[in-house]
Nanobody
């Protein structure tokens, strides 16, 4: 199993920045990719950004150029969020995708962009 602990959410004004962190523990050697998803009320959970063990990254179109995903090895992943907009408001979830297609989720951290 893999455990994920997120940190770094909060309230920020439009145009501001936040950095989310996610630390994985347990069978981290089984992790193929880690990523961030978000979900706002009434909407489906959506991929924000993802990074694989070999540093291949994927971003949602809505965050390209504003958000950057990075990692320390494969067991800690960060999401640097710049130029935040009110529509970025959501609960952000860390995800670990394992070899063999299992996946695990963090508990979620609230990001609110508001003046």
């Amino acid at each position: 199993q893999v455990q994920l602990v997120e940190s770094g959410g909060g309230l920020v004004q439009p145009g501001g920045s936040l950095r989310l962190s996610c630390a994985a523990s347990g069978r981290v050697f089984t992790i193929y990719a880690m990523g961030w998803y978000r979900q706002s009320p009434g909407k489906q959970r959506e991929l924000v950004a993802r990074i694989t063990r070999d540093d291949t990254t994927t971003y949602a179109d809505s965050v390209k150029g504003r958000f950057t995903i990075s990692k320390d090895a494969i067991d800690t992943v960060y999401l640097q969020m710049n130029s935040l907009k009110p529509e970025d408001t959501a609960v952000y979830y860390c995800n670990a995708f394992l070899y063999g297609s299992d996946e695990y989720w963090g508990q979620g951290t609230q990001v609110t962009v508001s003046s």
